[in-house]
């Protein structure tokens, strides 16, 4: 019986574990069990065998019917994912194909109609067409129009034409707006000028934004205004010649506040113009200029410049810029011309004070003066003569003093060297040299005349002749020109006061050890002939010497540096003739001093040396001025007697 037991569970294992589905092994059993209850089979063997095999195998069936019903869920599951996928695919295929995106900025195009190139200083028209492609209608439309920089108002030359906003109502679906805009517009010949649209609105049913930009760039095909310039394309280094400047409008309205502006090369220096600059020495201004007219320049100077060197002036001209009237906003035409350099047959290179070009000195300051000659020529130089002139308010003729031979005629004003008096300037073989020096003082501010500049301008001229081939003699010549400017001549000075002046002092006098004495400090500024830029006044407060924070300036910004032990006084600009033809320029500030026993009997300083720098705007120069320091001697002071200043134990 056991053994039979044993059969049944094995049988029963080998079914659960078999490779076959178990479904299979159990429905066959099934029809089994079937057959033996139909036919009313009574076996008492056979009942017990349906029972035990029955429960295992209705278990096992159980089993293989959730897993296939899992399975079946899944692939439910996949095909309602892939249908939605492909009603998905189909969908976006007609939205992107079919055009039913309703509010997209793609569907929203910006056309521009107009010229393509465009005559400076003429006005020219655009057509804005914006076209509604998408299935709603825009709202709340906005067009802003940007212009390149220059434009102008047509009919109104002065007025600036920078941006312009439209507002449209709406634009349907399917319909287009069309605005037109016009302007003048002005830039350089076959310059590329761009005109900015941004576009803003919003759709039906949303609150939503929306922006689309587009840029239309076109040329300017003729410049509003034409240049040209007259002049010798050769010349030699250093010799005088004229640039003559023309311009005409080519604008069909006026042209207001045009400025024309000359670039010099390196090297240049300007004798005269006509007429004279309106800022600094190359710079012109004309207020107005109507259709056709024209301004002529005439520039007189003369170039310093190697043998076959070329000098390029570069000429512009444009509207002037509201922030400075001196700098060009915008450029309306611009040439370059250009110049050879040729080198001279006899070579001339002054030098003053050891340096070559304008000189800036000071007046009473003695200067020395040396000039070189070189023969540039193939052939010998025979009875050469240098003349130096001299002209200008600051040249005194009593000063001048001529070296090797040199003979100053002071009917003319000149120094003169010549083969007589000079033997080397007999005969000079090719590529020789010479060299003759003088010197010379210019006049104190004090001595100039009322009418005359501080400056002194030389004149080197130099000629000789020489032989040519067919035995005739041939004479050549060279010109060269110097300035002697004088800087301005600025003084500072210092004074310590008591009883004078806005700040009430305090403490004993004669000052006393160990005890606080207030005094008021005066600095004084004078000025001669050229305005000064940047004036800053500094000077340093010993370790015993405190600023009361009291101070009062004619003009500028004064304080002090608790970091460096500073007092400054920021000045800014100091006029011509300050402290002579009017009243010097002033700082007052007070400060407190509590002096030492080491200090017994002396006057101790209250504020150290005084330095002035500043800018001479008429020479480019920096300048400089010192002041003594500041003791607690107030001698200037009404009420100081003698021994008031020295500190008393």
């Known amino acids: 019986m056991e053994e039979i037991d044993k059969n049944k569970l094995d049988r029963l294992e080998h079914k659960l574990y078999a490779r076959k589905s178990p479904q299979n092994s159990f429905d066959k059993r099934g029809e089994f069990d079937e057959e033996v209850f139909d036919n009313n089979t009574s076996s008492v063997g056979l009942e017990w065998k349906d029972e035990k095999e029955g429960g295992f195998d209705n278990l096992a069936s159980r089993m293989a019917k ?52 465009i005559g400076g200083g003429q006005e020219a028209s655009f057509d804005i067409v914006i076209m509604n492609q998408n299935t709603t209608s825009l709202e709340s439309v906005s067009l802003l129009v940007e212009y390149p920089l220059g434009t102008k108002v047509p009919n109104n030359l002065s007025e600036d034409l920078a941006r312009e906003r439209f507002n449209i109502e709406s634009i349907k679906s399917g319909e287009s707006y069309t605005k037109t805009i016009s302007g003048v517009f002005f830039g350089e010949k076959e ?58 409008s080519n604008s069909s309205d006026n042209i207001e506040n045009l400025l024309l502006k000359v670039e010099y090369p390196f090297g240049f220096i300007l004798n005269s113009s006509s007429p004279k600059p309106f800022a600094g020495d190359n710079i012109w201004r004309f207020d107005s200029l109507s259709s056709g007219d ?44 250009s110049v050879l350099i040729k080198k001279p047959f006899i070579g001339i290179n002054t030098s003053i004070a050891g340096s070559n070009g304008d000189y800036v000195g000071r007046g009473g300051s003695q200067i020395e003066g040396l000039i070189y000659l070189q023969n540039n020529l193939p052939d010998r130089l025979f009875n050469t003569q240098i003349e130096v002139s001299f002209s200008g308010g600051a040249f005194d003729e009593l000063s001048v003093s001529p070296r090797q031979g040199g003979f100053f005629r002071s009917i003319d004003d000149t120094i003169i060297w010549e083969s007589r008096s000079t033997p080397d300037l007999s005969e000079i073989e090719p590529g020789d040299t010479r060299d003759f020096s003088f010197a010379l003082t210019p006049l104190t501010y004090n001595s100039l005349p009322k009418s005359g500049r501080p400056e002194i301008i030389m004149t080197i001229k130099a000629k000789g002749e020489r032989v040519l081939e067919s035995g005739s003699v041939d004479t050549v010549s060279s010109v060269e020109s110097r300035k002697i400017s004088l800087v301005s001549d600025v003084g500072l000075s210092a004074k310590t006061l008591r009883s004078l002046g806005s700040f009430e002092n305090s403490g004993p006098i004669p000052p006393r050890a160990n005890s606080k004495t207030t005094y ?64 010097p320029k002033e700082a007052r500030f007070q400060v407190e001093i509590v002096p030492s026993t080491s200090q017994t009997n002396t006057a101790p300083i209250i504020v150290g040396e005084a330095t002035l720098i500043g800018l001479d705007k008429s020479t480019g120069s920096k300048v400089r001025a010192v002041a003594p320091p500041a003791t607690t001697n107030f001698s200037l002071d009404p009420i100081y007697k003698s021994g008031d200043d020295k500190v008393v134990p």
């Open 66 to 117: 959730i897993t296939q019903s899992k399975s079946n869920f899944i692939k439910k599951f996949f095909w309602v994912a892939a249908s939605l996928f492909v009603v998905s695919l189909v969908v976006a295929g007609l939205v992107f194909f079919g055009g039913m995106n309703f509010i997209s900025s793609e569907n929203v195009d910006i056309k521009i109609v107009g010229q393509s190139s």
């Open 191 to 248: 310059s590329i000028k761009k005109i900015k649209l941004s576009l803003e609105y919003r759709v039906e049913n949303s609150s939503a934004t929306f922006f689309k930009e587009k840029d239309y760039e076109f040329s300017i095909s003729s410049a509003p205004i034409i240049i040209s310039a007259t002049y010798s394309k050769e010349i030699n280094s250093s010799q005088d010649f004229s640039f003559d400047i023309e311009i005409a």
């Open 294 to 337: 024209k301004r002529k320049i005439s520039v007189n100077g003369s170039i310093i410049g190697q043998d076959n060197e070329e000098k390029v002036f570069r000429i512009s001209s444009g509207t002037a810029s509201e922030e400075d009237d001196r700098s060009i906003a915008v450029l309306l035409s611009e040439i370059v011309e």
């Open 520 to 583: 008021t400090v005066v600095w004084s500024i004078t000025n001669s002939f050229n305005q000064i830029g940047g004036v800053e006044v500094r000077a340093s407060l010993p370790s015993y010497v405190r600023w009361t924070d009291l101070a009062e300036v004619d003009g500028g910004e004064f304080g002090f540096n608790p970091t460096t032990g500073e007092v400054v006084w920021s000045v800014g600009s100091v006029l011509p003739n300050t402290g002579i033809s009017s009243s």
